[in-house]
C-alpha cells in the first residue's frame, strides 16, 4: 500500500515552496505595481497573478507530472546537449549570476539600511553580506532538513508578520486610491502580467519543483500518481498564500500614493507603511520579513544549485558547491 502524506506534510512543504518563491522581488514588485496602477490596481494585479502565480503553480505540476528525477532529466527529451546547457543556464541565472547575490543586497537595503547612518553604510554592508551568507551557508549544508528549518519555522513567521502588516492596511488605508500612471493607464492587464514574470518564479518553478518532490519522496512516497497529487496540494498551498499576499500589498501600494507620492520602487513603500502604522516598530517588523524573505530565497537557490551541479559533476561534493555559490 503506497503512503499517502498527512495534511500537516503537505501544508509544511507548501509553507517550504511558498518561502522559497517569496523572494525580495515578490515583495516590491507588488507594492510598486500598486502605487503606479492606482485605480487599474484590480485589473493589473489579475495579469500579475496570471504569470507571478499561475505560471510558477503550472511549472509545478509539470515537474510532478514528469515523473522526472530532475530538469536536466526532462529537458533531455529533446536533447542530452540541449538538457545540460538549458540547465546549467537556468540554474546560474536564478542563482548566483544574479538572484543569490540579489537577495543579500535588498535584504541590507531595505531591512538593514534604514537604522544604520550614512558614515557606517559601506562597513556595515560588508558585515551583514558576511553574516547573511554565512547563515545561507550553515542552513544549505544539510537538505534534509530544509523543510523542518524553513517549512516548519521561517514561513509561519513570514505569513504573520505580513498578515499584521495588511490587516492595519485594509482597517485603516493610507488614503484614496490615486488614478494610474504611465503603462498603467491603458495597459494595466498588460503591464501586471510583464510585471509577474519579473519575479522570476516561473523559471524558478521548474528548480523548487526537484526540491518538493525530493521532500515529499523523503517522507516515503515513491507512487508516481500520488507524487504529483501530493505536489499538487503542496503547489496549491504555496500559491493560495502568494497570491493573497501579493493582493494585499498591492492595495497597500495603491493606498500609500496620496500619503507618500510615487516611488521608483516598492522598498520606500513597504517602508514608509510600517513607519506610518507602527513607528519605529514597524521599521523592525519590516527588517524582520525582509531578512526571512530573502533568507529563505537564497537558502533554496544555493541548495538547488548545489544539487545539480553535484549530479554532473559528482567527484566536487555537494558541500563544496554550497560553499562556492554561497
Known amino acids: 500500500m503506497q503512503k499517502k502524506l498527512s495534511f500537516s506534510s503537505y501544508l509544511a512543504i507548501g509553507l517550504m515552496l511558498f518561502a522559497l518563491f517569496f523572494g525580495a522581488g515578490n515583495l516590491i514588485f507588488p507594492a510598486q505595481l500598486g502605487q503606479y496602477a492606482g485605480t487599474n490596481m484590480w485589473l493589473a494585479i489579475i495579469g500579475f497573478l496570471v504569470t507571478g502565480v499561475g505560471l510558477p503553480f503550472l511549472g509545478i505540476l509539470a515537474m510532478g507530472f514528469s515523473g522526472s528525477q530532475n530538469l536536466q532529466q526532462l529537458a533531455s527529451r529533446i536533447h542530452p546537449v540541449y538538457a545540460v546547457v538549458f540547465t546549467s543556464l537556468l540554474y546560474l541565472t536564478i542563482g548566483p549570476f544574479f538572484a543569490a547575490p540579489r537577495t543579500g543586497a535588498v535584504a541590507f537595503d531595505i531591512g538593514i539600511s534604514p537604522f544604520i547612518s550614512e558614515e557606517y553604510i559601506q562597513s556595515a554592508s560588508i558585515i551583514f553580506t558576511l553574516l547573511f551568507f554565512g547563515l545561507t551557508l550553515w542552513l544549505s549544508l544539510n537538505p534534509a532538513k530544509i523543510v523542518d528549518r524553513v517549512g516548519k519555522i521561517l514561513s509561519p513567521a513570514l505569513i504573520v508578520l505580513l498578515l499584521a502588516l495588511l490587516v492595519l492596511v485594509i482597517v485603516k488605508p493610507m488614503g484614496v486610491i490615486q488614478p494610474p500612471q ?22 524558478a518553478s521548474l528548480v523548487f519543483g526537484i526540491i518538493v518532490i525530493n521532500a515529499i519522496r523523503s517522507m516515503g512516497v515513491t507512487n508516481k500518481r500520488e507524487i504529483l497529487k501530493a505536489t499538487a496540494k503542496a503547489g496549491a498551498v504555496a500559491t493560495t498564500f502568494l497570491a493573497i499576499i501579493y493582493v494585499g500589498i498591492a492595495y497597500l501600494g495603491a493606498t500609500s500614493t496620496e500619503l507618500f507620492g510615487l516611488f521608483d520602487t516598492g522598498g520606500p513603500v513597504l517602508s514608509g507603511a510600517s513607519s506610518h502604522y507602527l513607528g519605529t516598530f514597524g521599521l523592525v517588523m519590516l527588517a524582520v520579513v525582509i531578512l526571512l524573505a530573502c533568507l529563505t530565497t537564497s537558502i533554496g537557490l544555493v541548495t538547488a544549485c548545489a544539487e545539480y551541479f553535484n549530479t554532473i559533476m559528482p567527484k ?3 558541500k563544496v558547491f554550497v560553499i562556492f555559490f554561497s
Not at 495597459?187 to 502580467?193: D, E, F, M, Q, R
Open 182 to 203: 504611465g503603462d498603467y493607464t491603458s495597459g494595466a492587464l498588460i503591464k501586471g502580467v510583464m510585471e509577474g514574470y519579473n519575479t522570476m518564479d516561473a523559471l
Open 316 to 318: 566536487i561534493s555537494y
